[in-house]
């Protein structure tokens, strides 16, 4: 009778365990908002310049390049460019 009896109370106590352990996360989350940044994105704004931005806003200033300095920014980024593309340098044998 005593081996039943604590055969049923271990019974119940794992029962009352995993309801626990199943409804204590649920209720311990906070209420869902959003997340503060996505990405790029935070406060509802698309923090990522883009280039027609970056041209706007430079014009707006008054900022204007000349044809050699676009000429000279553009070697420069195709040269970066051919860097990522062809990965780090490998070591030879």
């Not at 352990?21 to 310049?49: F, M, R, T």
């Amino acid at each position: 009778m005593q081996g039943k009896r604590l055969a049923a109370g271990g019974f119940i106590f794992s029962v009352w365990l995993a309801h626990i352990c199943v409804a204590a996360p649920v209720s311990a989350q906070p209420e869902a908002s959003p997340p503060a940044k996505i990405a790029n994105e935070w406060g509802g704004l698309d923090h990522q310049p883009t280039r027609e931005g970056v041209r706007d806003a430079e014009r707006a200033r008054g900022i204007v390049l000349s044809s050699r300095q676009k000429q000279s920014e553009r070697s420069e980024l195709e040269a970066i460019q051919r860097q990522l593309l062809e990965g780090p340098p490998t070591a030879g044998p």
